[in-house]
């Protein structure tokens, strides 16, 4: 049900789309900030290091710099959140889609920490919509389904 | 006996069928080759990434190689050669022997040895990691992005290489021109010149990156080809390892019909 909704609100909007999932992980031979650094460098043909200082200025928001040389294997949850994060951000006039934050932040147990991360990159996005199971809306803090 | 009729006509089709599927493939690679919307600044990154790992990095070992393999066997064939009283015809056989033979098929061996696996498996892990769909989310082509520079790089590298085998086997000639025959550096260098045929080198150049196209384009294939399953991880690099193999072979075959006419 879940999936099929979140397919219907993708389906129009692959050229904006900036999904955050684990059906979209990052790529593992890749360094993190090659992987956020890649969709400006294969869309908008940013050399190499104009999109390498741009990766690192969006990190330092995050006071996460020092991630920038780590692959996949060696990052935290939260750390690798912000960099699929930061990746979605990139594509131009980005529409963020998060599908099930949770599964890649288990550890987290309620969504300030989603909040606060969109927070210092708002100026990157145009929209961002968070898909998720109905079960988890205390996390949301969610009281009324029906109106949010 | 109609089950093993069956089984051949089923493998005959198959190995048809696979034939015609990388002939195709090679067709798309080729037709984006030309297409300037394919060189972008990722993938020129990672062309500069995948020439440095294939070319560079070892350096030290085919160097080494080519100097030990190579001196050795124009040691070997320049005793033949004497022995036959064939010297007249030692710059021809040089050339033919070296730079249009040995040092094109010792290239793409060691290349298909250890670039060939590694790309097998790397596709088939991206597959399996599902990294290919992440790719594809972000609009991202994965044939300019990920199969051209490594494709392009194969081509690059088998060139490079023998060329460089042939300077090394050609230049430990000398040494044994001078041990055998008592040949001056000038008359073994005016030698190999008087040899040189065009028409050789051209064949040289068209079968190391033939070489290079198809011992890059085949394992991308078969990794393309594992499924969802981490077991079909070795499948995919066996069947694309079988394959490369049977490539060379066959454009090894075709280069000699293509010399013989």
Redesign the interface.
């Known amino acids: 049900m879940l999936d099929k909704e979140l397919s219907d609100f993708t389906a129009n909007k692959?050229?904006t789309?900036?999904?955050i999932s684990m059906?979209?992980?990052?790529?593992?031979?890749l360094d993190v900030w090659?992987n956020i650094a890649?969709?400006k460098?294969?869309?908008e043909?940013?050399?190499?290091k104009t999109?390498k200082n741009l990766t690192l200025h969006y990190l330092q928001r995050y006071r996460m710099e020092y991630i920038a040389d780590k692959r996949n294997s060696a990052l935290t949850h939260k750390e690798r959140f912000i960099v699929m994060l930061l990746?979605a951000a990139m594509?131009k006039d980005s529409i963020i889609v998060l599908d099930r934050p949770f599964t890649i932040i288990p550890d987290v147990q309620d969504d300030r920490f989603i909040y606060d991360a969109l927070q210092l990159i708002s100026d990157s996005f145009k929209e961002c919509h968070i898909f998720d199971y109905m079960w988890f809306k205390d996390r949301y803090g969610i009281i009324n389904v029906e109106k949010s | 006996m109609t089950e093993l009729i069956e089984r051949i006509g089923k493998t005959s089709m198959d190995s048809t069928a696979t034939f015609r599927d990388i002939l195709s493939f090679a067709f798309t690679i080729l037709a984006r080759m030309f297409q300037k919307k394919t060189y972008s600044s990722a993938m020129k990154m990672v062309l500069v990434n995948q020439i440095y790992f294939t070319s560079v990095q070892i350096l030290p070992l085919f160097t080494a190689i080519s100097i030990i393999f190579g001196s050795l066997l124009i040691g070997i064939v320049f005793q033949i050669i004497k022995n036959m009283g064939l010297a007249e015809y030692l710059g021809r056989i040089l050339m033919g022997l070296v730079v249009t033979e040995l040092s094109p098929f010792i290239t793409v061996l060691l290349i298909a040895l250890r670039s060939s696996s590694a790309i097998n498996a790397e596709i088939a892990v991206m597959k399996v990691n599902k990294e290919l769909r992440t790719l594809d989310t972000f609009n991202i082509d994965v044939i300019d992005y990920l199969f051209m520079p490594r494709i392009m790089n194969g081509v690059v590298s088998v060139v490079l290489l023998s060329a460089l085998f042939s300077i090394l086997a050609l230049t430990s000639g000398m040494l044994f021109s001078k041990l055998i025959f008592g040949m001056s550096f000038n008359v073994y260098t005016n030698v190999l010149l008087k040899s040189a045929d065009f028409y050789d080198i051209v064949i040289s150049l068209i079968k190391c990156c033939t070489f290079g196209f198809f011992i890059t384009l085949i394992p991308i294939r078969s990794g393309l080809h594992a499924s969802y399953d981490l077991t079909s991880i070795p499948v995919a690099v066996l069947h694309g390892m079988v394959n490369v193999f049977i490539a060379i072979v066959l454009i090894e075959v075709l280069s000699l019909i293509l010399i013989s006419i």
Do not use: E
């Open positions: 692959k050229q789309l900036g999904l059906d979209a992980p990052l790529i593992s031979n090659v890649l969709i460098q294969y869309h043909n940013l050399p190499k999109a990746r594509v």
